[in-house]
């Protein structure tokens, strides 16, 4: 028999409304037409045009006119071919510019849903009894390009949610590639790419033991004008610069509401998406706390597992994960070390779950295999829905399973402490399956998390419907121990 779950009353619904500012072009030709047309312009017909984008959309978005002036420089470069002289243009002409080069995007139009949840790092000022709490949600607008977004509330003793009302101004993240690379670890990574070495070597051989940025592109640019480079050796090339790519910080101005605060894809790596964030409260031996997110980049081609590490939700840092414990989809990384080392969930095979130990957040070999399908509704895959979470009895890991039709289910197991490559039980039936209003969606028959907690001796567990919205369930943790050891 089933445990009867609680489903709280919240429900979060895709909200076409909430758009952020994005750079688009028509290609070259086209946008050296738009530009010639604007240069051709009357100047008070221009700053009267001017003024009506300004006044339509500036309520809508912060700091429009920085925006249009950094999708103006974007184009810049097609100004010699026009030949026209940047210091003659005026102000107005050159926001008025950048405005055609701007689009309105829409975040969550087509769906919001996999939610992942976590302490918030401020605990302040609350009555006993209470915690706030952060959700992630993965948005999906025009085109099926996912970014991360938040929610911020306060979860009482009795397991009830109350909410922050949701700003109505997001804002993409400012990033900076700072990152310093260590060359020979960077050599590593391109060897589990596949990249040949007589390739890598053709950039790596200009490098010192450590580079930036732009020292690796400047490399590359020039490697890329040799003749002699075949088709493999161009793409080989364009791969090196997509790897150092896929490391950045982002930081959030902190006049946002965290409810305001978008990550966006950046990288090359993961422009067609940023999918299934699942994030985590690391404590580390010395007491010190960590959010990590564990998500899937994608390019629409190939994935590419990443890692966010952040203390403040307002400043982020994003880095590619190696090994091969880090292939497929489904990490989770758990909330503490285990005998001095970090400890990873992944379904390298996309059928079964593992379990993988490393001395670097990054670096992930040797997977151990810990369960497979066992119950009829998990026979296609079974994997992790989010981090563990410690309780006494072991390391408890809600699961899905993946039955007939395609249909997602969510379970539960338990893992040893000390050892959690040791299965202890896990539930015979599933925790949670798709009600018949669950089941219609973006991806019908779908109930999926991306993290859990505990709170006052309660499983809470936020989870999507369907691939389309989201809502949240409550299940009594010793009810669902007890029910675990029983199969």
């Not at 849903?113 to 993965?138: H, M, W």
């Not at 998990?378 to 899905?400: D, R, Y």
Request: aromatic fraction near 10%.
């Amino acid at each position: 028999m089933r445990i009867k779950v609680n489903r709280k009353p919240n429900r979060f619904y895709p909200d076409p409304t909430r758009t952020i500012l994005r750079f688009m072009s028509y290609g070259d030709e086209r946008n050296k037409g738009i530009i010639q047309k604007v240069l051709n312009m009357d100047q008070a017909e221009s700053e009267s045009v001017l003024q009506i984008v300004l006044s339509k959309f500036a309520i809508r978005h912060r700091n429009v006119t920085k925006t249009l002036e950094k999708h103006y420089k974007i184009v810049t470069p097609l100004f010699d071919q026009l030949e026209v002289k940047l210091k003659t243009i005026s102000t107005h002409k050159k926001l008025l510019i950048g405005s055609y080069f701007t689009m309105e995007y829409s975040l969550e139009s087509a769906a919001f849903f996999n939610p992942s949840i976590v302490e918030a790092p401020d605990q302040y000022g609350l009555v006993e009894g209470k915690k706030r709490i952060i959700i992630s949600f993965r948005a999906i607008g025009e085109g099926h390009i996912s970014s991360i977004v938040f929610r911020a509330g306060v979860i009482d003793s009795k397991g009830d949610f109350e909410f922050a009302p949701v700003g109505d101004r997001i804002e993409e993240a400012g990033f900076l590639k700072l990152h310093t690379y260590n060359t020979a670890h960077f050599a590593q990574k391109l060897k589990d790419m596949k990249v040949p070495k007589k390739l890598s070597n053709i950039v790596l051989k200009n490098l010192g033991e450590t580079f930036i940025y732009s020292e690796l592109t400047k490399v590359v640019e020039r490697a890329l004008e040799m003749n002699e480079l075949t088709m493999e050796g161009q793409v080989a090339l364009k791969e090196i610069i997509w790897l150092a790519d896929s490391h950045y910080e982002i930081h959030f101005s902190m006049d946002t509401d965290i409810s305001e605060r978008v990550i966006f894809p950046v990288s090359e790596k993961e422009k067609n998406g940023i999918e299934d964030a699942r994030f985590v409260k690391f404590v580390d031996d010395n007491g010190r706390v960590t959010y990590y997110g564990t998500y899937t980049a994608y390019d629409g081609h190939a994935i590419l597992p990443k890692m966010i590490e952040t203390h403040d939700f307002y400043n982020f840092k994003m880095r590619p994960m190696h090994g091969e414990g880090a292939q497929n989809k489904n990490l989770a990384l758990f909330p503490r070390k285990i005998d001095g080392k970090y400890v990873m969930l992944s379904r390298i095979d996309g059928i079964n779950n593992y379990v993988s130990f490393s001395e670097n957040l990054t670096v992930w070999e040797n997977p151990i295999k810990i369960q497979e399908p066992r119950y009829f509704w998990e026979f296609a895959q079974v994997g992790n829905c989010g981090s563990p979470m410690e309780t006494e009895k072991g390391w408890l890991v809600i699961t899905h399973g993946v039955g007939p039709l395609r249909t997602y289910c969510l379970g539960a197991a338990l893992f040893d402490l000390n050892d959690p490559t040791k299965e202890l039980g896990r539930l015979r039936e599933p925790l949670l399956v798709p009600r018949q209003d669950e089941m219609e969606g973006y991806v019908p028959n779908v109930v999926y998390t991306c993290g859990a907690i505990i709170s006052h001796d309660n499983v809470i567990i936020p989870y999507g419907m369907s691939d389309y919205a989201s809502s949240i369930v409550s299940v009594p943790l010793s009810t669902l121990l007890s029910k675990i050891m029983e199969a």
